[in-house]
């Protein structure tokens, strides 16, 4: 882009509008143009950031994590910014960014954001009074995104969370011919002795001790989460039979341990179920395992 088109381009901008136009063309000189194919990513979760992006052109997604526990947290299209907090600190992004589309950003880099705060500090007032609106409405939707996909009894992920990650985990299964697997594990605790604590809280707390030792053995690849009252569930992402074969002699170890001492501390009767399915052996239907779970 020239520089008038950039200068054209940041007055429909939210955070620009309040400045002149001597102090856009100030903005604008400094600015960087780059471009990003369909699947390419802009920077990753963890990353040092370092820089702002405004988009001119394409779709580019926001999203934490890594596969299958992936979550889109925005989608953002011309006329947008984003990765505003690499102006502010050296922190680690907190999100990664891939365009959608292809792509076209401009790039307001740290360096030179610093030397306009220095030289024209009524610009970057501005700038930084929208910044911190944003940062409030982000803080917002983390909280609601925790809220809403961490099951808050057992600190495990939500069945709703599961269901969206093993959608995915299918579709790379059935595109790249890939195994994937599902260990689900039914919890059962006895009628406690005394009335205090209810037998659900027994069960939360027993569901939130097995789910810790699930987690402790688990690849980064892998999930575990709450599908139902009493039953939690493992995805074993790229997993064939003989590997969640082994993942259960595995976890079956500590879990059967666990039990004991859980039951003979409480005075009740434990009993666990493990049951394992697996793509594409048992059903090559998502709706069908998801059944198969269920009911196993």
Known sequence: MILI?????????????????????????????????????LFNEGELGECMYLLVEGKVAIFTGAPPKTKTLAIFEPGDFFGEMGLY???????????????????????????????YPPVALGIMKELNQRLRATNLKLTSFEGKFIDKATQLYTREYFVDCMANEFLKAKKNTLPLSFLSVRLAVGQ???????????????MCDVGRILTLHQRPTDLVARLSRDKVVVLLAEAARTGADAFLRRVKKDIDKHQVIFAETRGLEVQTEFTIRNFPEDTQERDAMLSFLDKG
């Open 192 to 206: 406690p002795k005394e009335a205090d604590p209810p037998v659900d809280f027994l069960l939360d707390q027993l």
């Open 5 to 41: 088109e950039k200068i054209l381009f940041l007055k429909k901008i939210s955070i620009f509008q309040s400045l002149n136009s001597q102090e856009l063309r100030m903005i604008a000189e400094v600015l960087s143009d780059e471009e990003f194919a369909s699947g390419e990513v």
């Open 89 to 119: 600190d050296d922190k680690p992004r907190a999100a990664s960014a891939m365009a959608r589309e292809s792509s076209r950003v401009l790039v307001l880099h740290k360096t030179d954001f610093c030397d306009l705060i220095a030289e």
